[in-house]
């Protein structure tokens, strides 16, 4: 008996939002439109020489704030406050705690992009919702103005200061990196001190405006097919050029495998299709089409982005709660849809499939002061066997130091990190003809220092987690045909599509040893 991991998902609706007209909440005159208290940009190197580079706070925003929540305000805290809090719930920050009770309590029902972050000192409590995205050595991050009550919350799609601080934060994020997501160190640094003066045109005091800079191209005034969009102030001008049209499509597989009968190996498939569409002049209307193979599962748990403009009801009826009947559709699923300015996430989606892409087994026993280990990996053969990338990491907690490592491969390279307790096993971009890869070998422990600690990976508690790309690859079939992407245009655009296969907590426990297992369903 197989069973499948359903993946819990929030849709966060970043798209262009138009202005409400103005309310008056609890006294205080208000438009529709989103405010920002503060903004923080903070530059990183994967974890590492964390710093601040630029921040702005706006009284006027934080009045309002003040007068909105009452009793229950809560000031920001100084920077140093916010970054550690802040790196703390992104997982970043430097503290050797693996658990930090606010953050991994299994109470805590964490909202991405939406985080919580407690504030200390004298005025304690919880600042929400805080947006962060993070891309190459930034992260960027804001906290909106919401006029909500602290308990119970609103659901984040209904809050409209979510979607326009995304927004906010991702034409930011194209100002200060280019395209590829990347920037030398000059020119972040030239934008950064731009930065001043280009939010007092595009935020002034913290309410981000949709209308286009002076001087720069404005939307053209008749309507068109996707209706009469304004560009916003943080993009510089509309596209110029060939009309481009880009579909990608990502499928995440995570797994838990135990090698062991008396547990149940779990898997789960997670897709997404996001697209961005680069016209000049008013966007078009747009339909993505996507198809299965003729033996292929349906899809199932599908969620549309509320630009698709019309849908078939049964495309979102499979759900995989139910017990799956053989009768639910399965395509081609058509997507029309008028997009909005800024890539978006067309639709995502869930798929069972018979088995994982890489199966293994893991092996660990203790002989005296050693370590015997023995990892088999097989490669199944509706996988293509051509990788990006293709690692498995085998950590070893609460033990001394590594000393002597004895330890075979049969394809691929061994790479051995004694301070962190880590052997790395790169196994390249394909596996041998034979599809099975295997390593041996025994491991003491009897380093100067203490290796790393982990309250879970407790004596033969222990995994191998791999980690992989497959490009041009689905696992469940899905795909996006160039010739099926239609874009009601006089221009004719360049159709881009793509297709890959990523690992996510791809784990593989010693058969062994005692491994964490559990009932409930996992959450993405």
Known sequence: ???????????????????????????????????????????????????????????????????????????????????????????????????????????????????????????????????????????????????????????????????????????????????????????????????????????????????????????????????????????????????????????????????????????????????????????????VTLTLPPNGSPLQDILVHPCVTSLDSSILTASSVDNYDGSAFSGPYKFPFSPPLEPFRLCSYTSQVPVPPILGLYQLKEEENQLRVSVTLKLHESVKNSFEYCEAHLPFFNRDQMGVVDVKVSSGQLDISKEKNLLVWGLGQKFPKSREVTLEGKISFSGPTPGPNDPLCIGLTAYVKLYFKVPDMTLSGCCVDQHSVQVYSSAKPRIATSRELLSKEYFLWNSTGTAPVSSGQMML
């Not at 597989?253 to 002049?281: A, H, I, L, P």
């Open 1 to 287: 008996m197989k069973v499948r991991m359903r993946s819990g998902r929030l849709t966060a609706v970043c798209g262009h939002m138009t202005r409400k007209k103005q309310e008056v909440v609890r006294g205080v005159c208000i438009t529709g439109q989103m405010s920002v208290r503060a903004l923080w940009i903070i530059s990183h190197d994967k974890g590492e020489n964390v710093s601040i580079r630029f921040s702005r706070r706006f009284a006027t925003v934080e009045h309002r704030a003040k007068r909105l929540a009452g009793s229950s305000y809560v000031a920001v805290p100084d920077e140093s406050t916010v970054l550690h809090l802040l790196l703390t719930e992104l997982g970043l920050s430097h503290s050797h705690k693996s658990y930090v009770a606010v953050r991994d309590d299994c109470l805590n029902c964490p909202r991405s992009p939406a985080l919580e972050l407690h504030a200390d000192g004298p005025d304690k409590g919880v600042l929400w919702p805080v947006l962060a995205i993070s891309q190459g050595p930034l992260i960027l991050a804001c906290l909106p103005l919401v006029d909500a009550p602290p308990e119970p919350r609103p659901p984040l799609s209904s809050l409209l200061s979510v979607s326009q601080g995304l927004t906010l934060l991702s034409g930011l994020q194209a100002f200060l990196l280019s395209s590829g997501g990347k920037a030398d160190v000059e020119g972040l640094a030239s934008r950064l001190a731009m930065l001043p003066s280009v939010l007092s045109q595009i935020c002034p005091l913290g309410t981000p405006l949709d209308v286009p800079l002076l001087g720069s191209p404005a939307s053209p005034t008749v309507p068109g097919p996707a209706g009469n969009q304004k560009q916003p102030a943080w993009k510089t001008g509309l596209h110029r050029g060939r009309a481009v049209v880009n579909v990608a499509l990502v499928e995440t597989v995570r797994s838990m495998q135990y090698g062991n009968r008396g547990r149940q190996d779990m898997w789960d498939v997670y897709g997404t299709v996001t697209c961005k569409c680069e016209v000049e002049g008013v966007l078009p209307n747009v339909t």
